[in-house]
């Protein structure tokens, strides 16, 4: 199984999990990492860093699928470090956390590899996003 980490920047990754467990229940082989104000950024990566392997190797090289909440930030800047040390076949990330994406990867992570479950983060992540005047209203 994937297993899957959220990074974030405050507790946003708390708090979408919240949501997640109140919707789904506790998940397994999953964890976060915040970025907190006044953290040095190397003793972030650092943490960041030990997650991921712990992670991974509780993944039995099934993989790691990261979820961060912004593209370019510090949470995906550490993440793409990590990412050339271990190799994308150990660790993947999408950007753009949301909820929709959070869901669908935890409901398919026993069915997919690694490279997959990536797409269907992506694919997910589009789809949550709607305009409820055109969706409704048209």
Do not use: W
């Not at 650092?46 to 699928?65: F, N, P, Q, T």
């Not at 930030?73 to 990412?83: E, L, Y």
Request: aromatic share 4%.
């Amino acid at each position: 199984m994937v297993n899957i980490l959220l990074v974030t920047h405050g507790e946003f990754a708390q708090g979408i999990t919240s949501a997640l467990t109140l919707i789904m229940g506790e998940a397994k082989g999953y964890a976060t990492v915040s970025l907190n104000i006044g953290q040095a950024p190397d003793a972030f990566l650092d943490e960041l860093s030990k997650k991921v392997h712990s992670l991974y190797e509780d993944s039995e090289g099934s993989g790691v699928l990261v979820l961060t909440d912004l593209f370019g930030g510090t949470p995906c800047n550490c993440i793409a470090r990590i990412m050339n040390e271990m190799g994308t076949e150990k660790v993947r990330c999408v950007t753009g956390l949301n909820l929709p994406m959070l869901i669908e990867v935890v409901s398919d992570r026993d069915e997919q590899d690694l490279p997959q479950l990536e797409e269907t983060a992506l694919a997910a992540g589009g789809k949550g996003m709607v305009s409820l005047a055109e969706k409704i209203f048209g």
